[in-house]
T-cell receptor, first 115, second 117 residues
Framework: GAVVSQHPSRVICKSGTSVKIECRSL??????MFWYRQFPKQSLMLMAT?????????EQGVEKDKFLINHASLTLSTLTVTSAHPEDSSFYIC???????????FGSGTRLTVV | AQKVTQAQTEISVVEKEDVTLDCVYE???????LFWYKQPPSGELVFLIR??????QNEISGRYSWNFQKSTSSFNFTITASQVVDSAVYFC??????????????FGQGTILTVHP
């Protein structure tokens, strides 16, 4: 079945630094990737949608300059949290879909803690 | 705009009890997909089911069953003879089947299920 590998699974960083999270589709070409954020004990909220080779589309209220998304190839999308602050501490999870598949495969998630 | 409501924030049952998790949705799309996911403490999302809006047949998979009723915009999930391993957060989700919103999942608030031995 389709597999999406997400790294790192956990990261602790200092306030003001940047963190990069990677999502790779291992056995299919992900034409679209979605990035979600989940605060503790809350639901998942879509942050942005990225299509291979084009700029990401951000949901309302998500700062595009803070959450940089790159989807340069059909198998890799990255989310960089720039100048991280404690309020960015959250669980970030990606999902990928291939054109025509109608299904979405989730990565295993990244738990970010900013100290 | 789409909306998914899971009215039960937390449910606690004793092992072997049956439990139903409710999900009600709102959408203006005529074609859409509904999902249920399980999220254990480790955080990953475990896919349970996807249902197309055209397919109102109920589905059973082992101890799991789903009741989709378009007339009431509900997609309820029942676990029969619950087990401790079923303890997790369960999310109901919705997406359009086409257009620019295709693939963007709208999640419900989640239901925390605790199954006691």
């Amino acid at each position: 079945g389709a597999v999406v590998s997400q790294h790192p699974s956990r990261v602790i960083c200092k306030s003001g630094t940047s963190v990069k999270i990677e999502c790779r589709s291992l056995d299919f070409q992900a034409t679209t990737m979605f990035w979600y954020r989940q605060f503790p004990k809350q639901s998942l909220m879509l942050m942005a949608t990225s299509n291979e080779g084009s700029k990401a589309t951000y949901e309302q209220g998500v700062e595009k300059d803070k959450f940089l998304i790159n989807h340069a190839s059909l198998t890799l999308s990255t989310l960089t949290v720039t100048s991280a602050h404690p309020e960015d501490s959250s669980f970030y999870i990606c999902s990928a879909s291939a054109r025509g598949q109608g299904g979405y495969t989730f990565g295993s998630g990244t738990r970010l803690t900013v100290v | 705009a789409q909306k998914v409501t899971q009215a039960q924030t937390e449910i606690s049952v004793v092992e072997k009890e049956d439990v139903t998790l409710d999900c009600v949705y709102e959408t203006r799309d005529t074609t859409y997909y509904l999902f249920w996911y399980k999220q254990p403490p480790s955080g990953e999302l475990v896919f349970l089911i996807r249902r197309n809006s055209f397919d109102e047949q109920n589905e059973i998979s082992g101890r799991y069953s789903w009741n989709f009723q378009k007339s009431t915009s509900s997609f309820n999930f029942t676990i029969t003879a619950s087990q401790v391993v079923d303890s997790a957060v369960y999310f109901c989700a919705l997406t359009s089947a086409g257009g620019t919103s295709y693939g963007k999942l709208t999640f419900g608030q989640g239901t925390i299920l605790t199954v006691h031995p």
